[in-house]
């Protein structure tokens, strides 16, 4: 093992003074509830005395605290996700008592196309006091070769009582970075033409081009080595122009990453690499659609997560010259937080829906339930969240906001697909042996139930349902639709099935 902390922190040093003070990002509580409510559930204690759970904290004494998470897919949201280097981040605890602290944050960094060396950035040492105070460390990761952060640590000599801990990170959004297209679709092979619109003139920005879905090094357009490292340079409108070829070898896509590291600005296009027979079919149906005007995505994680490469990217990316897209899926969402934030109330991510009806949707795609429909432990399972009848009535009220706010546009419902049962059992039942608090998503009765309500009420509404449940189940190889982690959230392939069906529902309608 390689540690580079000297090192980086030196080039922090030097680099720091260039960086702006303009920063925001979303911040990622990693406390469940706020609180060690669950004990030390996905946290893990170094040290000669047992930690001790509090009702809101834990007490550690003399050890070190950690926490391992690719603290890039705390953003899935957003296209930066697992994209670190050049990225300012930072790691907030809340904690007393007598002693010091020190917080760190581990990256793995590559090395002749693998990330298997770690590099460490560590704030100073910091003095407990009997009062709860924060203790905020914030700092940017300069060097090139990071592919994500992994591990977060509280270094305790003496005993402290940590109560609440976050990571973000900060990005500049002074420097605009985006793309004329929002993302593209391939072959092993094709060319692919990206045009990079910027506020900066004349310019130079650094370019990395990665594979992979998480750009965890192996493969550039010139085959297996390390990630390929360019310049472009924009004109007198702040317009770039860059091309590159999908390797024969990229299995599931490639990622271009446009950023400046010494104003902390962040950008990436992605080129989903679809198979060929399934591209094929896609680009045929995708012929058949007649212009659209403009679509509206509303849903939870399963519409929110992976951009740049998710069902609705690949929409855009099949449809651009048809349509224009407007993806507003917000991850945990229920139907009660859509309701809110519709009208008005305070709700997460209220951003998300800021001149949600500026542009008048001719079509909107609500696609939501999965939060709605998951069961709790401490009722056996047995019981949703948000009860059949809840359901139903939030059903009605959001119909009826986006009727108001968008009489011309045609809504379009779809029925929710059950979890990949193994996948979810195998994050529950090690809780449920602990009597930890849970929730079982997509357990077959629940969601049946709600997609019967679902369809009640269209039928009653006269609107149209996409029947992604009935048809993720006679999936020949349904686990496949699935990411491992969880059995919820959809894979690339999951998110490829569903753009299939969406393009085939719009050529018909």
Same mark, same amino acid.
């Given at each position: 093992?390689?540690?580079?902390?000297?090192?980086?922190?030196?080039?922090?040093?030097?680099?720091?003074?260039?960086?702006?003070?303009?920063?925001?990002?979303?911040?990622?509580?990693?406390?469940?509830?706020?609180?060690?409510?669950? $004990? #030390?559930?996905?946290?893990?204690?170094?040290?000669?005395? #047992?930690?001790?759970?509090?009702?809101? $904290?834990?007490?550690?004494?003399?050890?070190?605290? %950690?926490?391992?998470?690719?603290?890039?897919?705390?953003?899935?949201?957003?296209?930066?996700?697992?994209?670190?280097? /050049?990225?300012?981040?930072?790691?907030?605890?809340?904690?007393?008592?007598?002693?010091?602290?020190?917080?760190?944050?581990?990256?793995?960094?590559?090395?002749?196309?693998?990330?298997?060396?770690?590099?460490?950035?560590?704030?100073?040492?910091?003095?407990?006091?009997?009062?709860?105070?924060?203790?905020?460390?914030?700092?940017?990761?300069?060097?090139?070769?990071?592919?994500?952060?992994?591990?977060?640590?509280?270094?305790?000599?003496?005993?402290?009582?940590?109560?609440?801990?976050?990571?973000?990170?900060?990005?500049?959004?002074?420097?605009?970075?985006?793309?004329?297209?929002?993302?593209?679709?391939?072959?092993? $092979?094709?060319?692919?033409?990206?045009?990079?619109?910027?506020?900066?003139?004349?310019?130079?920005?650094?370019?990395?081009?990665? %594979? $992979?879905?998480?750009?965890?090094?192996?493969?550039?357009?010139?085959?297996?080595?390390?990630?390929?490292?360019?310049?472009?340079?924009?004109?007198?409108?702040?317009?770039?122009?860059?091309?590159?070829?999908?390797?024969?070898?990229?299995?599931?896509?490639?990622?271009?990453?446009?950023?400046?590291?010494?104003?902390?600005?962040?950008? %990436?296009?992605?080129?989903?690499?679809?198979?060929?027979?399934?591209?094929?079919?896609?680009?045929?149906?995708?012929?058949?659609?007649?212009?659209?005007?403009?679509?509206?995505?509303?849903?939870?994680?399963?519409?929110?997560?992976?951009?740049?490469?998710?069902?609705?990217?690949?929409?855009? !990316?099949?449809?651009?010259?048809?349509?224009?897209?407007?993806? !507003?899926?917000?991850?945990?969402?229920?139907?009660?937080?859509?309701?809110?934030?519709?009208?008005?109330?305070?709700?997460?991510?209220?951003?998300?829906?800021?001149?949600?009806?500026?542009?008048?949707?001719?079509?909107?795609?609500?696609?939501?339930?999965?939060?709605?429909?998951?069961?709790?432990?401490?009722?056996?399972?047995?019981?949703?969240?948000?009860?059949?009848?809840?359901?139903?009535?939030?059903?009605?009220?959001?119909?009826?906001?986006?009727?108001?706010? !968008?009489?011309?546009?045609?809504?379009?419902?779809?029925?929710?697909?059950?979890?990949?049962?193994?996948?979810?059992?195998?994050?529950?039942?090690?809780?449920?042996?602990?009597?930890?608090?849970?929730?079982? /998503?997509?357990?077959?009765?629940?969601?049946?139930?709600?997609?019967?309500?679902?369809?009640?009420?269209?039928?009653?509404?006269?609107?149209?349902?996409?029947?992604?449940? %009935?048809?993720?189940?006679?999936?020949?190889?349904?686990?496949?639709?699935?990411?491992?982690?969880?059995?919820?959230?959809?894979?690339?392939?999951?998110?490829?099935?569903?753009?299939?069906?969406?393009?085939?529902?719009?050529?018909?309608?």
């Amino acid at each position: 093992m390689r540690n580079d902390t000297k090192k980086i922190k030196n080039e922090l040093e030097i680099e720091k003074q260039l960086l702006p003070s303009n920063c925001e990002g979303r911040e990622a509580n990693l406390i469940n509830n706020n609180s060690f409510s669950r $004990g #030390l559930y996905q946290w893990f204690f170094d040290g000669k005395k #047992l930690p001790q759970k509090l009702k809101s $904290g834990v007490k550690c004494t003399d050890g070190t605290l %950690s926490h391992y998470l690719d603290l890039g897919n705390l953003e899935h949201a957003d296209p930066q996700c697992g994209m670190p280097s /050049f990225r300012r981040f930072r790691f907030r605890v809340k904690g007393k008592g007598k002693g010091e602290i020190r917080l760190l944050v581990r990256a793995r960094r590559m090395y002749a196309g693998n990330a298997l060396e770690f590099g460490v950035l560590e704030s100073k040492k910091m003095v407990l006091e009997d009062e709860e105070k924060e203790f905020v460390f914030e700092e940017a990761d300069l060097f090139s070769e990071t592919v994500c952060h992994d591990r977060l640590s509280v270094e305790i000599k003496g005993t402290a009582v940590i109560s609440d801990t976050s990571f973000l990170y900060l990005d500049n959004r002074e420097v605009k970075i985006r793309f004329r297209e929002e993302s593209a679709v391939a072959l092993q $092979g094709d060319e692919v033409n990206v045009e990079i619109l910027t506020n900066r003139k004349n310019h130079k920005f650094q370019l990395d081009l990665y %594979s $992979g879905q998480f750009a965890l090094a192996g493969y550039n357009n010139k085959g297996f080595g390390p990630v390929l490292h360019d310049t472009v340079t924009s004109d007198e409108k702040g317009v770039a122009q860059y091309s590159f070829k999908v390797a024969q070898c990229v299995p599931d896509g490639m990622r271009l990453a446009v950023y400046d590291a010494k104003e902390n600005a962040k950008q %990436s296009f992605f080129a989903t690499i679809l198979p060929e027979k399934l591209y094929e079919e896609m680009k045929k149906t995708a012929g058949k659609v007649k212009k659209k005007g403009h679509l509206l995505f509303l849903g939870d994680s399963l519409t929110d997560y992976d951009r740049g490469r998710n069902y609705s990217s690949i929409i855009s !990316a099949f449809l651009g010259k048809k349509c224009t897209l407007r993806n !507003a899926g917000v991850g945990g969402d229920t139907l009660e937080m859509i309701h809110k934030r519709l009208t008005g109330q305070n709700a997460y991510r209220s951003e998300m829906y800021k001149d949600l009806f500026k542009v008048k949707p001719d079509m909107i795609f609500l696609f939501c339930g999965g939060n709605d429909t998951k069961a709790l432990y401490s009722t056996g399972y047995k019981t949703p969240i948000f009860p059949p009848e809840k359901q139903k009535g939030l059903l009605e009220e959001v119909l009826s906001i986006l009727r108001k706010n !968008a009489p011309e546009a045609k809504i379009v419902l779809t029925t929710i697909p059950a979890s990949f049962l193994p996948w979810q059992k195998s994050l529950t039942e090690p809780q449920a042996k602990a009597g930890t608090q849970h929730s079982f /998503f997509g357990l077959p009765e629940h969601t049946e139930r709600y997609n019967k309500t679902l369809r009640d009420f269209a039928k009653k509404e006269n609107i149209p349902v996409i029947e992604l449940a %009935s048809a993720m189940a006679e999936h020949p190889d349904r686990m496949q639709l699935y990411v491992p982690d969880d059995g919820v959230h959809f894979s690339l392939k999951g998110h490829q099935f569903y753009a299939k069906i969406l393009l085939e529902f719009l050529a018909e309608n």
